[in-house]
């Protein structure tokens, strides 16, 4: 939980930046453009100079009413280009006028970025206007989202007008607001929508309230109808996010244990120098390479995650593994042994926080549907954990390596009397294993930091996939971690994460009462 | 693997008296007799944390009974250790009484969380021999049941290590949450008397140590009793060929399970007179990563071996304190390169070096004697 934390405070400060350079680009961009939209047509003719000089000249009036007048007349007939005025008029006003002129240069600027060539300038401009409440800003509301392309800023833009609609003193209007907001499932709307309902069952209630209170009623109903829906639907797809992390980070194990009968425990750290090799790969290109081609560091560090984790698992094989082989419980403490040099070697080297940052086409998500919004990031990981299954099937089942890593897995005395270099294959099975660990490294850096913790995070995890799997079954991994990883997701809301593992762990336990080596365990003589 | 009966020769009654004498009469009398500044003197801080490797060394018998003998690799020695250390902990808790920093008679950590009443788990507990019998039943219940079904199932070697793991993960998330009431990270601490006696008098902590000394010796004489008996025969079996064990007429589970309660029970045991000596228990202690430590110990001082076990818990221990305290950055580096040179070069630890190192001295007895064992495979 707290790698995705993480990860959203980065995304939230890189957002935070774009909006932030765009919104000081449009100050100069938009200003201009309002200007020729204003002299195109009658929309709103060239207001008189003089009235809004003198309004000007009034905001910072002793007098409130006169103040309030002023105020009144800028937002009715001013725009974006008063801002820099503004802004002058504030930094030598009393501190008690500073903050309507405050608001009143955020609606203007607002009011500008409607019209801005990006669809999130948009959309945040037409959120904060429907949390200003400043009804004046329904009709630019409305027509910004009559011309609205994107279907998700005009339903920002829409329900923004809504919200600020509730607060009209016409119970008619409210009413229709309501309703609105009902059919757009508006999740923003409900906290206002409530205090309607509040206000209409009081006992002095008049007979309006009671009507907008029953709009109100019917709107959050079906407002919390469709949360309880797209929560589900969001669930499902956090399960089948966390199942395929699993899955990427259980493949290799998996493989390597189903040829070896060794556990690795030392792949949790395979993923780390997968996740640190994409780190380095990203300052290098940042030092080295010109900025337009930073974005595809990304994908160059794949290659680069898979062979630096190959590499260190060639290594781990040549000089540990191969002297334990028979005695699997021994290569395990032994690779436990490497994972803590590695660890710490890591921690020594790198430090203790480093991070990658996502490129821009994996940052920011897709909205499906009111309320569901899916990062792109995880529907990467999806899309990429069945790229390494399908890669691993063609390997094993369609290539003349996979049929010799078969026919190891099956008998390997045998094997060996046929011919089949057994240790030979081992060293590669065990790389390519390793270099899998590498991808699922390389992966994991888009959903947090790379640290030297990075593997044990989910390891345990891994570890229970692949023993409830079974040896050697594909199919057994992939069950395994869509059963483990949806479970988890799916009790997380109502166990919290702690006894959501717990009640994992027990029901691992029980399942292998009844199926003691995995799912889809080997049959014949040689399953000991 | 070498023959694991050592355990019974004759030459190993003699060495335990001395070890004994040694542990049991000596060190307190160089802690007590000498003058402050002389150099046989042992200071308090010394036997404290001697006796602290002690209640490890207990732990690492029990480790050993299962997996040098049985064959079973649990890495999750920790959780039971664990559970043995709170249920003292929670007495000791109880004790501070009015004492604490808020002066309330619920733990300093409920006031803090706003807990209003003793949970009820908690009550029992206010009773001494609750505690301790407490500390040595509860891992040994749960041993039982969680060992009934693991072995049931005949879920073995690796299967049955990464299950044990699992379980240390879980139940280090479990006692570092607050709302099971049991001192969240920051776990039980800031304990102030033990049956009456204040524990920060040395007096005090040298009973403890004489304490630890002797359950330490009975805890060996146990191992080395069951290790002779007809049922410690079955065990090694067990470990060289389980199946010609079953196809033998016995079963295995049986065995295995009650292996593993014992040990269990030296945990809960080792955990019980850890927490009076260090002064706190956390959830830092049980994890994953300690209940792996646990095994190295074992490993180091020669699995297979009871002697080896508590050589390896006080010298791994021993080093750790020393080298945590000057190199903290390398001492995960020689932890790590530890276990892989222990594994790979000396699987018999500690206690096998010293017996090559005999057997090259006396080439003929070797000859006659070591030529008959045979090599455990798996």
Partial sequence: ?????????????????????????????????????????????PPPTSSIEQALTQVTSEDE?????????????????????????????????????????????????????????????????????KPSAIPWLDAAAANEPNRWVRYTMEESAALLKLASDDPSIKAAAADTLGDLRSQNGVPVLKQLVEAGDGAEASEPQKTVAKAAGAAIERIETW????????????????????????????????????????????????????????????????PSMFESYFLTAMPVAFLAAAGFGLLLEATVIRFLYGRPLETMLATWGVSLVMMQAARVYFGDLTAVIAPGWLSGGAQVMVGVYLPFNRIFIIGLSIVC?????????????????????????????????????????????????????????LVGNVDPGLGQNYIVDAFMVVVTGGVGKLAGTIVASLGIGGLNKLIEPSFGAVYGKVFILVMVILFLQWRPSGLFAMKGRNAD | MTDGTTGTNRGGGLAFWIVGFVLLVAMPLLNVMPPEDSWLHLSDFSL????????????????????????????????????????????????????????????????????????????????????????????????????????????????????????????WLVFNRNDTNLGGTNGLTDFKQVVGYRLSEPFTQRGLYVLTVLCLGGAYLMCRWIIGSRAGRVLIAVRDSEQRVVFSGYTPANYKLFVFVVAAGLAGLA??????????????QIGVLPSLEMVIWVAV??????????????????????????????????????FVLVVLLFPDGLVGIIRKGKSLLSPLKAGVGKAAVPEGER
């Avoid at chain 1, 890593?405 to 060996?416: F, G, H, K, L, P």
């Avoid at chain 2, 000596?277 to 956390?282: A, F, L, N, S």
């Fill in chain 1, 1 to 45: 939980m707290c790698l995705v934390k993480a990860q959203l405070t980065i995304m939230m400060i890189a957002l935070g930046r774009t909006v932030a350079v765009l919104g000081i680009a449009g100050l100069f961009l938009f200003s201009g453009q309002t200007w020729a939209i204003a002299a195109d047509g009658p929309v709103a003719p």
């Fill in chain 1, 65 to 133: 009413s006169v103040r309030e007048a002023a105020i009144r007349l800028l937002i009715e007939q001013g725009d974006v280009s008063l801002v820099p005025q503004l802004d002058e008029i504030r930094a030598n006003a009393d501190r008690s006028v500073r903050q309507p002129i405050k608001q009143l240069m955020d609606l203007f600027k607002n009011r500008a970025k409607l019209t801005s060539p990006n669809t999130d300038v948009r959309r945040s401009a037409a959120m904060d206007l429907g949390t200003s409440g």
């Fill in chain 1, 227 to 290: 949360g309880v829906w797209s929560n589900a639907i969001e669930t499902f797809f956090r399960g089948i996010s966390l199942s395929s992390i699993l899955l990427i980070m259980s493949l290799g194990l998996a493989i390597v244990f189903g040829l070896m009968g060794v556990i690795n425990m030392a792949h949790g750290e395979l993923m780390m120098v997968g996740a640190y090799a994409t780190f380095v790969t990203q300052q290098i290109f940042k030092a080295y390479l010109p």
């Fill in chain 1, 389 to 445: 299954v399908l890669g691993i099937y063609f390997l094993l089942f369609r290539s003349s390596l996979g049929m010799r890593v078969r026919a190891v897995m099956q008998n390997r005395n045998m094997s060996a009397c046929l011919g089949i270099p057994t240790r030979k294959v081992d060293a590669y099975t065990f790389a390519f294993g390793s270099g899998l660990a590498g991808i699922a490294g390389w992966a994991l850096t």
């Fill in chain 2, 48 to 171: 404290n944390r001697f006796g602290k490797f002690l209640a490890f060394a207990i732990l690492a018998l029990g480790l050993d009974l299962i997996w040098g003998y049985t064959g079973i690799l649990s890495l999750g020695q920790g959780v039971f250790f664990g559970l043995g250390a709170y249920c003292m902990g929670m007495h000791l808790m109880l004790t501070i009484g009015k004492e604490s920093v808020y002066g309330s008679d619920l733990p300093d950590f409920m006031v803090w969380n706003q807990v209003k009443e003793l949970p009820f788990f908690w009550k029992p507990f206010f009773s001494f021999p609750a505690a301790v019998l407490g500390a040595i039943l509860v891992p040994m219940l749960f041993a039982s049941v969680f060992g009934f079904f693991a072995f049931r199932s005949r879920i073995k070697g690796v299967y049955f290590a990464i299950i044990t793991q699992a379980l240390a993960l879980a139940a």
């Fill in chain 2, 271 to 284: 955990g019980m007179l850890y927490v009076p000596q260090v002064g706190i228990i956390t959830p830092a």
């Fill in chain 2, 301 to 338: 001082g020669g699995r297979g071996s009871l002697a080896g076990a508590v050589l390896g818990a006080v010298i791994v221990n021993y080093g750790r304190s020393i080298l945590t305290n000057y190199f903290p950055e390398l001492w995960p580096f020689i932890l790590g390169g530890l």
